[in-house]
């Protein structure tokens, strides 16, 4: 079965204390994995695009990486205005534009 | 770049009340939108894909008759929750993409609408 899936479900981080949010699929025939942030009643603002396995992109703290079962996105020394809910979303296949997202990883920085 | 403006951000009504919500792409042209719902604490749902000059394209499960969406230029698409009921209240989210048919580009969303039917 098609199926994106986040983890942690939550991480609780101390400001400037780095880790990774981990976003595994199984796909066959990825177009695009895409990283989006959410913040409480808003909708997700895109972050990057990633098209195939090895590439990296890279934006502030946020550095996306891609492998050809998951990608990682590395938080390098947060602030807490990086909390947020980090979502992953892949498009997949043939003549579809339908992404599927995970459930999301809650970060939560404290100062 | 990438400006997508969704309208109204919440909307309280009674039972029976139709809402319609709008979704505008500020910067670019989007052939496609699409509109999602998402329920507290988990990911978005795609409910329809909605093409410039044609008919959206529904998910199953989704009532066709219940959302009415249209798209009508490149840059407005509206989704219209007829006779909302209780069960109906949710955030509902657009999103937009450049680029014609089948397409890599991102999807870039709206804030969002809070519809609470009482």
């Known amino acids: 079965e098609d199926q994106v899936t986040q983890s942690p479900e939550a991480l609780r981080l101390q400001e400037g204390e780095s880790s990774s949010l981990n976003c595994s699929y199984t796909v066959s025939g990825l177009r695009g994995l895409f990283w989006y942030r959410q913040d409480p009643g808003k909708g997700p603002e895109f972050l990057f695009t990633?098209?195939?396995a090895g590439e990296e992109k890279e934006k502030e703290r946020l550095k996306a990486t891609l492998t050809k079962k998951e990608s990682f996105l590395h938080i390098t020394a947060p602030k807490p205005e990086d909390s947020a809910t980090y979502l992953c979303?892949?498009?997949?296949?043939?003549?579809?534009?339908?992404?599927?997202f995970g459930t999301g990883t809650l970060l939560a920085v404290q100062p | 770049g990438a400006v997508v403006s969704q309208h109204p951000s919440r909307v309280i009504c009674k039972s029976g009340t139709s809402v319609k919500i709008e979704c505008r792409s500020l910067?670019?042209?989007?052939?496609?939108m699409f509109w999602y719902r998402q329920f507290p604490k988990k990911s978005l749902m795609l409910m329809a894909t909605?093409?410039?000059?044609?008919?959206?394209?529904?998910e199953q499960g989704v009532e066709k008759d219940k959302f009415l969406i249209n798209h009508a230029s490149l840059t407005l698409s509206t989704l219209t929750v007829t006779s909302a009921h209780p069960e109906d209240s949710s955030f509902y989210i657009c999103?937009?993409?450049?680029?014609?048919?089948?397409?890599?580009?991102?999807?870039?969303f709206g804030d969002g609408t809070r519809l609470s039917i009482l």
């Open positions: 909605s093409n410039e000059g044609s008919k959206a394209t529904y």
């Open positions: 979303a892949v498009l997949y296949g043939g003549a579809t534009n339908k992404l599927i």
């Open positions: 990633l098209y195939s």
């Open positions: 910067d670019f042209q989007a052939t496609t």
């Open positions: 999103s937009a993409r450049e680029g014609r048919g089948v397409s890599n580009q991102p999807q870039h």
